[in-house]
């Protein structure tokens, strides 16, 4: 018997009605002659509602308290869809992520899964129940309840998927599939019938809201393929999966764009070895993520080193910095907002030559000017200013032809 992993998402469980539709597709899925596990996010707006009873509480609420807190709305959300499918003549029994066998480490908020052990899971399959976990969560070896992140009932799902070594793993959304670009950015995307993880990781890096980052490592790392596909119609989504040669006849897989970005830029830096380090520590332990990083080569023995963040984190930033400059003999911080990350990516950029230059020569065509600029092998990220994004977004995925490619290369498939 086929064992099949559903994630279902926010918006998906997000109304009574919606968590029946639910229901319904557990049903016919199991009549369909399958196992079925599956993973519920708290209902659409719970966990934001939660944060701010939180914060009308205390203005600085411990991370383990929070993680108390935030875990009751994936555990509401997988308690109704339990009683959606008993209330059809369905057998169904809910499970927190510590009773389905999660076990993380201690980090409150993020934690990171370290083993799952799904005992329960398997006894409850063997008596025909749907099995309805909470999503977002586990326990430490003491018995601490944590979250794994925004997002994490993705990575829930697929981590399942993996110990219970299931036949199908589908992530059910709000949208269906992943496309070349935000369909509300760009009318003419085209939703891709597939996706190599580490395309859809630096799509994920690059603002596309998809799927959670952690989740797509972590299925890449043990080999989990999965679906993204909507939950709101029957249509197929798109297969994430290891690299395939065939995947190298399109060069540009798709563009993201991830908004709200500032720039800091510290000027005539000493170009000694330990600077970089000594900058970049005291806003690692600031808890600050930064992204991309540029250096320029060294003149005259100075270099400026630019780095990008989240705007919220700039005062942050800036406030830690600037004690920092002096102390390294630097010349000054300069920083700016209202920036956005554009990246393109493909993992045909590997074997075709001349995707950077296109893709300058177009954001120059516009008057659209590129303040940073980062590669990797699969894919190009240039930061713009934030009210060009969209446009600039548009004018590269007519460039390179997107929806003109992905069509055709869907339907060569489909011949096959």
Known sequence: ?????????????????????????????????????????????????????????????????????????????????????????????????????????????????????????????????????????????EGETTTLGRGGSDLTAIALAGALNADACQIFTDVDGIFTCDPRIVKGAKKLGEVAYDELLEMAGGGAKVMQSRAVEFAKKFSIE????????????????????????????????????????????????????????????????VDMIVQNASAGGVTDISFTIHEDELENARRILMPVVGEIGAKRLNTSSGLAKLSVVGIGMRSHSGVAARMFECLGRAGINIQLVSTSEIKIAVVIDEKDAERAARLIHAEFGLARLVSATAAAQSLK
């Open 226 to 289: 999965f679906e993204v596909r909507s939950s709101f119609n029957k249509s197929r989504g798109t297969i994430a999966r290891e690299e395939r040669a065939s995947m190298e006849n399109v060069v540009i897989r798709g563009i993201s764009v991830d908004r709200h970005q500032a720039k800091l830029t510290i000027a005539a830096v000493p170009d000694k070895p330990g600077i970089a380090g000594r900058i970049f520590f005291n806003v690692a332990a600031a808890h600050i993520v």
């Open 1 to 141: 018997m086929r064992l099949v992993v559903q994630k279902y998402g926010g918006t998906s469980v997000g109304t009574p009605k919606r968590i029946q539709k639910v229901a319904r597709r557990l049903l016919k899925t199991q009549s369909e002659g399958c196992q079925v596990v599956a993973v519920i996010s708290a209902m659409a707006g719970a966990t934001d509602n939660l944060l701010k009873l939180a914060h009308q509480i205390s203005s600085h609420p411990t991370e383990r308290e929070l993680d108390m807190l935030l875990s009751t709305g994936e555990h509401a959300a997988a308690a109704l869809t339990a009683m959606a499918v008993n209330a059809l003549g369905g057998r169904a029994a809910s499970l927190t992520g510590a009773q389905a066998g999660i076990l993380t480490d201690r980090n409150y908020t993020k934690a990171r899964i370290a083993n799952i052990s799904p005992k329960q899971i398997h006894e409850l399959l063997s008596d025909d129940y749907i099995v309805i976990v909470a999503g977002f969560q586990g326990q430490t070896p």
